[in-house]
């Protein structure tokens, strides 16, 4: 009899703990049962302590490889996606502005509140303002056929432009009669530039003569050529122009076209102001361009005076473009115009507008800038072309 309760304390005893590790009763450590992790998806975040397990692929079954990575983007747009690139054209028209009082002295304390801009005859809202200097994006234009007095003069004065640039002023020297010659490239050394115009040998005429001398029209009595017997004029002749003035203050516009509009444009022309009719770009045209690219033309007249019909087309451009012309009288007048040209370009004021209420059916526009204060005289370039703006 107790061999027999023995038996079925021992048989109990067993009974229970193989009951205790199917249910995970104490003393033992029971395994979460958890969804399987299917392929492409990210596994839920583990519990503190757990350890960290990651799936792996079913026997048979091939996972999809991952997108490649495209140098253009870490994030491709996917489909279904519903972001877009925009792009946006501003429409901004930048004008620089020169204001002086009535003894041609620049005025640098106007406010942004005493400025108007009219479009097109409607006034516009600033949108941009500032009085800060800008660095230049220069390209020095010289006439090499001028008169022999003329050329002498500016011969005597071309290193004293060098000293109206500074370090962040970037300079270019072109001289041309009938095509442009460039004789240096854009650069940033003062030094360079100096020596540059030193060297610079401009050729001259004398005036009213087609081949550089006063004996043109050879021997003569009583007004008629000893070889021909044809009538002639005494002294020299009537000079036949081929100077091609438009077609270089192109070139030069296009060689500023791809500076930067965080730079100031200029042209520095040094010319008498003659021009042939053979060029292949006409006066339009080549406003046209330098008001595209934001180029402002200071022209240095040599040689004539204000009102003459040679000048009148170096005024036509400075004054389209918001430039300025200068007259030359002695060497020493001529070497401070130079210092005159750079002040007045790197010293203006910047007034930016987006067009509204314009007429978008024409492509040009025109520009007036007002200033309340009286007795300012205000220069800025007169339009601009809507196939022009960035």
Known sequence: MTRLISTLGIVVLFGALAWAQQSGGPGTQQQESKPPVQPGQLAPPAQPGAPVQTPQPQTGQSQPAPPPRTPQSQNPKQPGDTRSILKVRTNLVIVPVTVKNRDAQLIGDLQRDEFRVFCDNVEQQIVYFTSDPY????????????????????QKSLTAISGGFGPNDEVAIVTYDQFPNTVSEFSFNNDLLFTQLKRLDLHSHYPGSPVGGPLTSGATSNGHSLETGAPTTLGVQQQKQDKDMDDAVYAAGQMLQSRGRDRRKIIFLISDGNNSRSNEHTLDQTLQLLLKSDVSVYSISVGHALGQKESTRLERYATSTGGDTFYAGKDRGLENLYASVTEQARNQYTITFQPQDTDR?????????????????VTARQGYYQSGLH
């Open 135 to 154: 660095p230049l994006s220069a390209v020095v234009l010289i006439d090499d056929d001028l008169s022999i007095k003329s050329a002498d003069q500016v």
């Open 361 to 377: 059916g024409k492509d040009y526009h025109s520009i007036e800038v007002r200033v309340r204060r009286p007795d300012l005289d």
